[in-house]
């Protein structure tokens, strides 16, 4: 693989964040319609068993990587000897890592008290394997910044996969349709990394690399690995508490809720932290950026939040089916989790980007110590009390790191709120007024779908006039980010109900987004 030149690090960077956006998107829906495909011919119980076998797998995946990938995509330098010795090294611990999952497989079945689990967890031993093998190959072509062979990749395998689960679903394969779809996915993957990578791994191994590959792999790991473990330990009290089904109905309203913010935060995020990185040799810049982004962030995922939450009683049984109605309620309650949450996408990026993963590691370990807790304790309560735990969990963190990023960028903690005040009023009176609106059309007609439009019609109107008048600085912010001529801009701005002429504007030589 050749390093790409130094003058055209920008350009690449650039191409390569819209790649990975399309691709992202791409996967995304085609994925959302094979999950309502899916969920009419799984069941919830089905679901649970997959999503507690998830629950363990994503671990052994970090624990075999090691991190090596992560330091070949940031390495000043590499050779064959050192991405070999990544390669080997990470081939040695993924044997080793599924024999111990294939023998620990009857241990983690009786621990969820799923008897089914143990096969589940040996077949998923084959994702395992080509995720391991194909690591070294795929981090090569990131680090040449070839990210359209990494987003047809991605995307390839995603379709396959799909298209492979839906036909064993069709098939009444049940469990083994999402299986299916998880190893397809590794495999193809990892076959086009090898063959778009053109790289082979040779005999050349360096005792003293791998110690320091290992040593940095653990450093950067370790917050992944606190998110996994959080995971896990989750879906171990759910599925002991309150079975197999209620994690099923749970894993499937984590899924929307997930789609819903990826696909509305996809295209920011990346971008973001670019930014970042260009102008944190600069403390103002980056203060002013930051503030920005997140209002933004805010102002572009919360609509689609606030209609996952009006929408949620007719919108899951409308698209997944009746058995999945008590979705609905925790589909609810995490999209408030999400909103509320959001901006840690932001401050993930900017405690890397300054060099302060240390400071992000004792957080995630506070935080997901705390969501595990909680869960353990608000259980009782079965799914609304877990949803409800995971809000109140949210909401403590945010504080939290509002105070925590203050400190990074000198500012006082309001300072760092206020992007949250501005958006959530408006946000907080629509969700009122949806809720109220979708009490007073559904009590006039059985059509679901003549409710879901209507009242999605409404809300989303109500947080468009909301958000112009108490926080149209968002949404202009929001506007100023596109790709838009000027003139298609200003006729965006006239939609969103906005007097282009009113108000102050930021120069655009002064803009730190710009």
Known sequence: MTEPEPEGVGTRAASGVLWLTAQKWAVRVSGFVTLIILTRQISPQQFGVVAAAMTVIPMVYLLSDLGFSTYLLQADTIDQETSSTAFWASAAAGAVLSGALAGAAPLMAAAFEIPELESVLRTLVLAIVPTVLGAVPLALLRRAMNFRAVAFQSLIAALLAQVVAVVAALADAGVWALVAQVIVTQWVTMLLAWHGARWRP????????????????LRVSSVDLVATSRIWAEGWIISVTLGTVAFGLLNIAQRLVQVAQELTAASLVPVSTVVFARVRDSRERLRATYLKALGVSYGVVSPIMVLVVVLAPVLVPLMFGDEWTRSAIPSRALAIAGIITLGAMLD??????????????VYSIVVDSATVGMTAFTVRWGLVGVAVGFVVVAAAATFARWLLVATLLGVPSAAVASPFRRVMLPTALTMIFGVFAMEFVSGRTDGRLVVLVSVGVLTGLMEVVLLRLLAGTVVRDALSLLPLPARWTCRVERLMLFDVSAGPRVPASSDPLR
């Open 348 to 361: 993930h990026g900017l405690f890397y980007g300054l060099s302060r993963p240390g400071t992000w590691l």
């Open 202 to 217: 040779s005999l050349q191994l360096s005792i003293p690399q791998f110690r320091y590959m290992t040593l940095f792999g």
